[in-house]
């Protein structure tokens, strides 16, 4: 598990291609010190699992089904990522609860400059529709964010000066795909609600 408070922007410096891809990426001293094989980073929202530490660097693998169903496909060498360590427990929870399970994918659709803040809007599936509420959580490229408003499967976001500057959400431009996962506890309730729909 996760909370959406990215600790460093990581960048991508090797890629092997093939039925998987294995992929190295570079972190800092203070991340890679904390790491083990078989430990859990977010790379940009997706849970990966660490299968090598070469010197300044982690490998991990990624499977077809992530690669289809994640932002990794378009991923190359010098690709900025953000990153994550998993939740320790007695960690403070900073963001919100996530999992590192991407459910789909968000397309920017506006990106305006509000103060020194900037007002992105994304589009998602209509099928997350109902998982969307004003003042609810999402999880964008692994960054835990407030959502501001919502009209049918668009909604809002602010992103202020430090979350620009200290994840990568501050590069993103108008239809850009960012890696998107719901909040836990709206798939949970909306999983409540469809069953008793079936009772």
């Given at each position: 598990?996760?909370?959406?408070?990215?600790?460093?922007?990581?960048?991508?410096?090797?890629?092997?291609?093939?039925?998987?891809?294995?992929?190295?990426?570079?972190?800092s001293?203070?991340?890679?010190?904390?790491?083990?094989?078989?430990?859990?980073?977010?790379?940009?929202g997706?849970?990966?699992?660490?299968?090598?530490?070469?010197?300044?660097?982690?490998?991990?693998?990624?499977?077809?089904?992530?690669?289809?169903?994640?932002?990794?496909?378009?991923?190359?060498?010098?690709?900025?990522?953000?990153?994550?360590?998993?939740?320790?427990?007695?960690?403070?929870?900073?963001?919100?609860?996530?999992?590192?399970?991407?459910?789909?994918?968000?397309?920017?659709?506006?990106?305006?400059?509000?103060?020194?803040?900037?007002?992105?809007?994304?589009?998602?599936?209509?099928?997350?529709?109902?998982?969307?509420?004003?003042?609810?959580?999402?999880?964008?490229?692994?960054?835990?964010?407030?959502?501001?408003?919502?009209?049918?499967?668009?909604?809002?976001?602010?992103?202020?000066?430090?979350?620009?500057?200290?994840?990568?959400?501050?590069?993103?431009?108008v239809?850009?795909?960012?890696?998107?996962?719901?909040?836990?506890?709206?798939?949970?309730?909306?999983?409540?609600?469809?069953?008793?729909g079936?009772?």
């Amino acid at each position: 598990m996760f909370t959406g408070i990215i600790s460093e922007i990581g960048a991508i410096t090797a890629i092997e291609k093939r039925g998987d891809w294995v992929m190295t990426i570079k972190g800092s001293a203070a991340l890679l010190d904390s790491l083990s094989l078989g430990a859990s980073v977010a790379c940009s929202g997706v849970c990966l699992t660490v299968i090598a530490l070469p010197a300044g660097a982690f490998t991990v693998q990624a499977s077809a089904e992530t690669l289809s169903k994640t932002t990794l496909g378009a991923w190359d060498v010098g690709t900025p990522v953000n990153l994550e360590r998993a939740l320790r427990i007695g960690d403070e929870l900073g963001g919100h609860i996530v999992s590192g399970h991407v459910d789909g994918l968000a397309r920017v659709v506006s990106r305006m400059a509000e103060g020194e803040s900037v007002r992105f809007r994304f589009e998602v599936s209509v099928e997350f529709a109902p998982f969307l509420a004003p003042k609810g959580s999402v999880t964008l490229d692994g960054i835990s964010l407030t959502v501001n408003e919502v009209e049918g499967n668009v909604f809002g976001v602010n992103i202020i000066p430090h979350t620009q500057t200290a994840t990568t959400i501050g590069g993103r431009n108008v239809g850009d795909m960012l890696n998107f996962e719901i909040d836990v506890i709206a798939r949970y309730v909306g999983r409540m609600l469809d069953y008793k729909g079936c009772l």
